[in-house]
């Protein structure tokens, strides 16, 4: 499958953006869907999951209540719903996909199969 990540830009603080991941290739509805972020400088690191059923999600806590991960399976599609945007979520922003998570864990990045080429979202003071 090949996940294209798209919607980042340059915004002020407290807007909001929305961040898609469509895939192609194969229906996104068979794996689970993170979201990471490399700032400059610093390693990637996971933002957002959502697994295959789209039932329960997960957040790293700085963003908790303020970004949601969703997904539509018609459109082979994840979103990243991103609002009260601050300076420190400036970074590119990748969507990742895994098949079989197992028991490996979610927010770790060496465990997703399928990269998109990232999105830069850059927030203003």
């Known amino acids: 499958v090949q996940l294209q990540a798209s919607g980042g830009g340059l915004v002020q603080a407290g807007d909001s953006l929305r961040l898609s991941c469509a895939a192609s290739?194969?229906?996104?509805?068979?794996?689970?869907v993170g979201w990471f972020r490399q700032a400059p400088g610093k390693e990637r690191e996971f933002v957002a999951a959502i697994p295959k059923s789209g039932g329960s999600t997960y957040y790293r806590d700085p963003v908790k209540g303020r970004f949601t991960i969703s997904r539509d399976n018609a459109k082979n599609t994840v979103y990243l719903q991103m609002n009260s945007l601050k300076p420190e979520d400036t970074a590119v922003y990748y969507c990742?996909?895994?098949?079989?998570?197992?028991?490996?864990?979610?927010?770790?990045?060496?465990?997703?199969?399928?990269w998109g080429q990232g999105t830069l979202v850059t927030v203003s003071s």
């Open positions: 290739g194969g229906p996104l509805s068979t794996y689970l």
């Open positions: 990742g996909a895994v098949g079989r998570l197992g028991a490996r864990p979610y927010d770790e990045a060496s465990v997703y199969d399928y």
